[in-house]
């Protein structure tokens, strides 16, 4: 059945595994990200609790693209790619599940924009509805989104996927979604049609460069031209606004994103 809406959140999450706490946890458990499938539902539970109290309409899917990386010191180990539906629970009463539909699993970052293109597909297979809005989280660096560049300044429009290089360290800025990928990925993914809303959880993403970039793929952005911090925007009040009004019009919604900062 088509629905109204479909709301995405496409998340990035980082495990450095060279880190001691997280390496232990890794060590002892045995597991891969991949694998571990209860850890990605606690993870999400805990972030969507707070923002997501209201009942989901028929007429509106919640979707969750949760991308997880992990890196050790001298190469990247995993980068799982996971799809989830945002459900409510049948018990206990007015809480969420996540039911997981589909994983990608890949060993190779320079096909990062690959796998974000092959999951929007599959939303656009799975899930029709009249309009999409497209949450964006975790770090951004002018030219894209996802892995934070500490000590390195991105100035140059040009693909970041590369794989790791022990010699040079340095060098290893790696794991970036350009704008430019994340445009074709939407225009690959979703066969041609724009997204209707983007609002990007990402610093320094207003910009020229971002706004040429996705003028194919996102009829409406919004996205902060210098530092956002957590939690950012109203989620709870942009969610509940669109499931309980499923007719609202994509500049209605917009605005009241604005209004709630």
Known sequence: MKKKWTIIFLIYSELSASRRNER?????????IS??????RKELKSLFNDILSTPISKDVSVL???NRILLNSQETDQDVTFLLEVRESATPLNTIEFGIIDRCVVDDVTLKARSMTLVFYKIYKMYD???????????????GIFRETV????????????????????????DILT?????DAIQSGFNGKKIDILIMMNCYMQNIHTQYSLQKSVELLIAPESIISMPGYDYRAILSGIINNPDIYPG????SVILSL
Request: overall charge negative; proline content about 3%.
């Open 179 to 183: 704008s430019d990928e994340l445009a």
């Open 129 to 143: 509805s009249d309009r999409r809005l497209l949450f964006t989280w975790d770090h951004g660096s002018i030219f």
């Open 252 to 255: 209605e919604v917009v605005k």
């Open 64 to 66: 969750v693209i949760y």
């Open 151 to 174: 000590g390195y300044s991105i100035t140059q429009n040009i693909s970041y996927h590369k794989p790791w290089n022990k010699f040079q360290p340095q060098k290893n800025i790696g």
């Open 35 to 40: 694998s571990d499938d209860d850890s990605v």
């Open 24 to 32: 232990e946890l890794f060590e002892k458990s045995n597991l891969t």
